[in-house]
């Protein structure tokens, strides 16, 4: 090496020497020097309160076996709402070539007006960490894009049954707090964005299942990113469990009835249209299991339903359109409880009680049937076919169901009416002592259902028609209104689940339960229970022994009796069932299926109804809907299979 | 008459012990020493972010560790070569990294404000990294070849050489490592015989480019932010207002350091880095945890870590036995003392803000292969000086 070379690097060692010095001449400065006064003090920063949202309590069903709603946590990608429109586009773009998802997709549920506005938007749910990792190691790459923990609502009693719609209406769904509900909750702690239970249980159960959320107050950089602990922190808390009297299994084994039902009566024949083939719409029902000893759901199916899973994250635009279509015929009704149909026939078991009870007609007393009843010069009202049973008591009225031996009783009440007397609107009375006409207080939303009288008609008249003569003449109790009630028809509206209770009062000796879903409350921390949803009797039907000998052997009757209206639909069934077919006329289109009914008949269990719109016959849909529940609750398997029509007249 | 034979003993001779023997111990194990620490810094100022995003506490550490175990890889495969062999194909591993320089201008991702990313899977790849070290094997292999009558013709192909690299760096906005290469080229030139005349006109051109550039606009504005971050340092940071990010991070990195006091607040026990007041903490600004968590004493010993190596490099360049290693080890010593000045400098307020990272601490792949790489170039023409 040349002395000059020699030279040069000693003179770069030099400068390097002076380089390491200004280093540690610094260091000292700033550590053990004047420049130390830049250690940090306590800052003073702008705050901004952070709330982490606690887990939702999870919904069980009657065993605890299956969880039927539960918090899970999943990791969701934010886009976050003030970006510029074109930096919106490229990050999008950018986020679909990492994720894998189209960029329309994403596109819909950045717009979808399901989710909060006041939060970043949720474009992906359930993220790789891999994929998390690749946004938060190149933040730079995608602005705006957050990567956060959200809780979401899961279903893992419907994944483990497969039925994503597994008691859907039951369970209700979870969304963003709207307007109306802040105002009502507010004081309660709630803020906008808030997630609430929108419908069913998580709705009825929102203040034991909501997990308080956790607060902190935190500092923050004028970036707005969160630096150092909390200055204040609120501590949440998780929400509480629930359990439910439902029983999961026979709830999909109900729902699973019900749909093959509904399927079967597709493949009705239409008889109602002559020129051409149709078939019977069925485009909804309704199937309920109540517990006769305390009046507990065990099932609840109503039909078209929803998978309440597309709520989780905010449900997409799109989906929630689907829903609320209206060939989608409602999913998000409950029809058990908020669908109001004409209970036909299945209503005799009020015009039974009234008739015995007001001495219309004694239990035993017979009546000439000749298929046809005539008031005044009206056209003569028929049997269903003009079929004439000839002499008959109660208990073969029920078995048969004869029309025109209610007919009768309703024509009689209505004279004694019209003289005066307060009997006259017996039917009417029992019904209310049976439960029917007002809300039976379930824990859900439910419809209260209408029992005609002669003052609601005038009301009705009054509200409805404008002028005064119209009024008048639309507004008189006809003896054609009371012959129809006696018969279910006409201006009644019960709720299936009023049908199931009053049964479940027939059936238990006369007690009528308030309906309820939730059974106890369950602190997960301490697995405690801290409260039990016990049984609550709303009202008792007063029956006559004899009565209730002679109508139960009726119910019997109807489904085991030569001639019963639901011999055939029960034939072979070694589980001793009782019930009553109905056939519910419904002006302008085919009838509604009912079929009402309790097992084992002789101390009676359970009740089990099923109702079908537009699809004829209780006995060819309705009544096999109710016996594969029945089987799938006595462990038969498989279930019998529905073939449509079927059935007897009714 | 007994003939005297001689002895069958042999004197051990440079050669039969071959090149490993002469291994400078310091060298080896100072970065890897250095890259321990860095694990440890790493881990303590990227656990509690990893933490809220619900992701291993290790994750940093698990890639910073297998990138050192490649850069230990790579350095043995360094080592390997006579690093003569290298000299004379300095054209070919020129020609080699400007491909890759070429490909990250067009397939790159942009990663903060710099493109200058490979991605290749879940990993990412920086070619300006091993650039530098292209760049000065180059350059030293250039001067090689004339030494001795370095005219100014020569000069300005030499100048070229670097040049054209720095200007593709220039493109990917990596002003950082742009001059770096310009620092690294400029030591190689000055030991290879740079003209007191030569120095004055390019400082004097490289003066007036740069007043062209700002003036062009050909700087970007958070360039010229950072500049005026480091030129305005009134603010200590605790006050929010009427500051940009650049005053911000620099206010917090000063903040970390000065809270470390003399013995520093213990490991993991720093407020400030550990709870993030302070940005990229375990990439660039990984000093201002050294510097909270162990204080002027931890500060002192790391760079008294960067000096030792500095010392041996320094050495080693004087022992070369060909001028080729002088230069070589000259080079990628002016690019250790530039990062670690410029880094370390960065986060105490002395030198402008840029994204260099701090050698063998700092969490990045490309850098701490790109750096042990440079060290086997060193040991390489260390362990060889005698064959």
New interface residues.
């Given amino acids: 090496m040349s002395d000059n070379s020699r030279v040069r690097v000693t003179m770069i060692g030099v400068v390097i020497v002076a380089l390491f010095s200004a280093l540690l001449a610094r260091l000292w400065f700033l550590q053990m020097g004047p420049d130390q006064r830049l250690a940090a003090k306590t800052p003073i920063r702008t705050t901004r309160d952070i709330q982490t949202d606690s887990p939702r309590g999870r919904i069980f069903d009657r065993t605890g076996r299956i969880v039927l709603a539960q918090d899970k946590v999943a990791w969701a990608v934010t886009v976050d709402r003030n970006l510029a429109r074109r930096t919106r586009a490229r990050v999008i773009g950018q986020l679909s070539e990492l994720l894998g998802v189209s960029v329309d997709k994403l596109q819909a549920s950045y717009e979808s007006k399901r989710q909060s506005v006041l939060k970043p938007a949720v474009v992906a749910l359930d993220v790789s960490q891999d994929k998390r990792l690749a946004i938060l190691e190149r933040q730079e790459d995608f602005p705006g894009v957050g990567v956060t923990q959200l809780w979401v609502r899961t279903y893992p009693g419907a994944a483990q049954l497969h039925d994503p719609a597994l008691a859907a209406q039951v369970l209700g769904f979870v969304g963003e707090i709207d307007d109306k509900q802040l105002k009502q909750l507010k004081q309660r702690g709630y803020i906008a964005g808030d997630e609430v239970g929108k419908d069913g249980v998580e709705a009825a159960y929102e203040s034991v299942l909501r997990g308080k959320p956790t607060i902190e107050t935190v500092e923050v950089d004028p970036t707005g990113k969160q630096v150092g602990d909390p200055i204040k922190v609120v501590p949440g808390s998780v929400g509480h469990d629930v359990y439910l009297t439902l029983d999961a299994r026979i709830q999909k084994a109900s729902e699973d009835a019900l749909a093959a039902g509904i399927t079967a009566a597709r493949t009705q024949q239409d008889t109602s249209i002559k020129d051409h083939l149709a078939f019977d719409k069925a485009p909804a029902g309704a199937v309920v299991v109540l517990d006769t000893q305390d009046g507990s759901v065990v099932a609840m199916a109503s039909n078209p339903a929803f998978p309440p899973s597309a709520w989780a994250g905010g449900i997409s635009q799109q989906a929630f359109n689907e829903l609320s279509a209206p060939d989608a015929h409602n999913p998000l009704l409950n029809r058990a409880t908020e669908g109001l149909y004409a209970p036909g026939s299945a209503f005799k078991l009020v015009t039974a009680v009234a008739s015995t009870r007001d001495r219309v007609r004694g239990p035993y007393e017979p009546y000439l049937d000749t298929g046809s009843f005539q008031i005044g010069s009206d056209p003569p009202l028929t049997n269903d076919g003009g079929v004439a049973y000839g002499s008959i008591d109660l208990q073969r009225a029920l078995a048969v169901s004869s029309d025109t031996y209610f007919y009768s009783v309703g024509d009689i009440l209505w004279n004694r009416w019209r003289a005066g007397d307060p009997n006259g609107l017996g039917i009417q009375q029992v019904a209310r002592e049976f439960g029917f006409g007002s809300k039976t207080g379930i824990e859900l939303s439910e419809a209260a259902g209408r029992i005609p009288d002669p003052k609601w008609k005038q009301e009705f008249a009054k509200a409805f028609y404008k002028t005064k003569s119209a009024q008048q003449a639309n507004g008189v109790w006809y003896p054609g209104d009371n012959v129809h009630l006696a018969v279910g028809q006409g201006d009644t509206l019960v709720t299936p689940l009023q049908l199931a209770d009053a049964y479940a009062g027939f059936a238990n000796g006369g007690t009528i339960w308030t309906p309820h879903i939730g059974m106890r409350i369950v602190d997960p921390m301490t697995k405690k229970t801290v409260r039990t949803i016990g049984r609550k009797a709303r009202g008792h039907v007063v029956i006559d022994p004899t009565v209730r000998a002679a109508m139960s052997a009726g119910f019997d009757g109807a489904v085991h009796a030569n001639g019963g209206t639901a011999e055939t639909a029960f034939q072979g069934l070694a589980v001793p069932v009782s019930g009553k077919t109905g056939t519910a006329q419904v002006y302008g289109k085919v009838a509604t299926s009912v079929f009402a009914s309790y097992f084992p008949s002789t101390a009676p269990r359970y009740v089990v109804v099923a109702m079908v719109e537009e699809a004829g016959h209780g006995a060819d849909i309705a009544a096999p809907i109710v016996r594969q529940v029945i089987e799938a609750m006595n462990g038969i398997s498989p279930v019998t299979a529905i073939h449509p029509r079927t059935g007897q007249h009714d | 008459m007994a003939s005297l034979t001689a002895p069958r003993v042999r004197r051990r001779t440079q050669d039969e012990v071959g090149p490993f023997a002469h291994l400078d111990i310091l060298v080896l194990m100072l970065p890897i020493v250095i890259s321990g620490l860095g694990l440890l810094m790493i881990y303590d100022s990227s656990r509690r972010r990893l933490a809220t ?3 291993s506490s290790f ?1 940093y550490v698990e890639r910073q560790g297998i990138a050192i175990v490649l850069g230990l890889i790579a350095m043995g495969i360094v080592m390997a070569v006579d690093y003569r062999r290298i000299r004379d194909a300095w054209p070919l591993v020129y020609l080699a990294v400007l491909p890759l320089l070429a490909g990250v201008l067009l397939l790159g ?5 710099a493109q200058a990313w490979f991605q290749i899977g ?1 990993l990412q790849f920086q070619p300006s990294e091993l650039a530098k070290i292209a760049v000065i094997v180059a350059v030293a292999g250039y001067c090689h070849q004339h030494r001795g009558d370095l005219d100014a013709w020569r000069l300005a192909v030499a100048i070229g050489l670097a040049g054209f690299v720095m200007a593709i760096v220039y493109m990917q906005h990596d002003l950082g490592t742009m001059l770096v290469i310009m620092v690294c080229a400029t ?1 190689v030139l ?4 740079l003209k007191p005349v030569h120095i004055v006109v390019l400082l004097l051109f490289a003066a007036s480019l740069v007043g062209v550039a700002v003036a062009s606009g050909a700087v970007k504005t958070y360039q010229l932010q950072r500049l005026a971050g480091f030129a305005d340092q009134s603010t ?5 207002s009427k ?1 940009n ?1 650049t005053q ?1 991070n620099l ?1 917090q990195a ?9 013995t520093g607040a213990g490991f993991g026990k720093g ?2 880095t550990k ?3 302070v940005p990229e903490q375990h990439t660039d600004f990984i000093f201002t945890a050294v ?1 909270e968590d162990l ?2 004493v931890g ?2 010993v790391l ?1 008294g870590l ?2 030792l190596l ?1 010392w041996r490099l ?1 050495r080693i ?2 022992l ?1 036995s060909d ?1 080729f290693g ?1 230069l070589l080890v ?1 080079g990628v ?2 690019m250790l ?1 530039i990062h ?2 410029e880094n ?2 960065m986060t ?3 030198m402008p803000i840029t994204g260099i990272p701090l050698p063998f601490m700092s969490y990045g792949g490309s850098a701490i292969i790109a750096s042990f790489v440079a060290i086997g170039l060193v040991l390489n023409v260390h362990m060889r000086r005698f064959s």
Avoid: E
């Fill in positions: 995003q619900g992701l994750y991702r942009n990663h903060n404000g879940p030591s000055v030991v290879a015989g200590t940071g605790t006050k929010v500051q990010a911000y206010g000063k903040a970390a350091i000065a809270s470390g006091g003399a407020l400030q709870n993030g007041f510097g204080g002027f500060g002192a760079i960067y000096g500095a320094w360049s004087l070369s001028f002088t000259m010593l002016a003392v670690v000045f370390i400098g105490m307020g002395i």
